[in-house]
Nanobody, 124 residues
């Protein structure tokens, strides 16, 4: 399985970015997906998760109301729409796949496959 994350970049505070994560080597309609991030000097943290069907989502409190996770199973792609970005959102963002698990988990150790990461930098 390969996960290819894209869409990161430099944006001013208050701006928006949309991250994409394309999966290959597997039809991931049976797999929950998640986005995590690691900021400078910080531990990796859960950002958002989506169930295999896309019917359920879950967000970290820090991004709730600003970020939206979605998926297109026909395209094997998961998205993270990030609005009202803040400098504290600066991080490398990683997508992750949880094989054969339909429901969302926030624990990184439960995910089987990880993308390479995409840098998001929010300037003040």
């Amino acid at each position: 399985v390969q996960l290819q994350a894209s869409g990161g970049g430099l944006v001013q505070a208050g701006g928006s970015l949309r991250l994409s994560c394309a999966a290959s080597g597997r039809t991931f309609s049976t797999d929950a997906m998640g986005w995590f991030r690691r900021g400078p000097g910080k531990e990796r943290e859960f950002v958002a998760g989506i169930s295999a069907s896309g019917g359920s989502t879950h967000y970290a409190d820090s991004v709730k109301g600003r970020f939206t996770i979605s998926r297109d199973n026909a395209k094997n792609t998961v998205y993270l729409q990030m609005n009202s970005l803040k400098p504290e959102d600066t991080a490398v963002y990683y997508c992750a796949l949880n094989r054969w698990r339909a429901s969302i988990t926030t624990q990184a150790s439960n995910y089987d496959d990880w993308g390479q990461g995409t840098q998001v930098t929010v300037s003040s």
